[in-house]
């Protein structure tokens, strides 16, 4: 019988380790770092709540986004961008019950 070419621990396979061993362990260690990020996100959302902050999504249509530009509540350069209308439609949002604005105070 033929002797092995190296030994586990030897120059050729320094960990000892197969190759199908290897991937599955790095497959499993970004799973875990998969379930750190949902932990993670799950803890900011307990956090949120726990702060009475409510967490909204919905679609906004691009005539929405050409109001909030023309009025200049939205950069126009930043249209397509989620967190610019974000933020746009929360100051929006802030004015208006700042000034205590009503369905029935709107023009129309």
Same mark, same amino acid.
């Given at each position: 019988m033929r002797a092995r070419m190296w030994k586990p621990g030897e120059s050729g396979n320094p960990a000892g380790v197969s190759k199908a061993y290897a991937e599955a362990v790095r497959e499993m260690s970004m799973r875990a770092r998969e379930l750190s990020l949902g932990a993670e996100r799950t803890r900011r959302w307990r956090e949120r709540r726990q702060q009475g902050v409510v967490v909204v999504s919905f679609d906004v249509a691009p &005539? @929405? %986004? $050409? =109001?909030? @530009?023309? !009025? $200049?509540? !939205? &950069?126009? %350069? *930043? *249209? $397509? &961008? =989620?967190e610019a209308i974000v933020t746009? !439609?929360?100051? !929006?949002a802030e004015k208006a019950t700042e000034l205590e604005v009503t369905p029935a105070s709107r023009s129309m």
């Open positions: &005539d @929405v %986004t $050409g =109001k909030l @530009v023309h !009025l $200049g509540w !939205l &950069d126009a %350069t *930043r *249209r $397509g &961008d =989620k746009a !439609l929360i100051e !929006l």
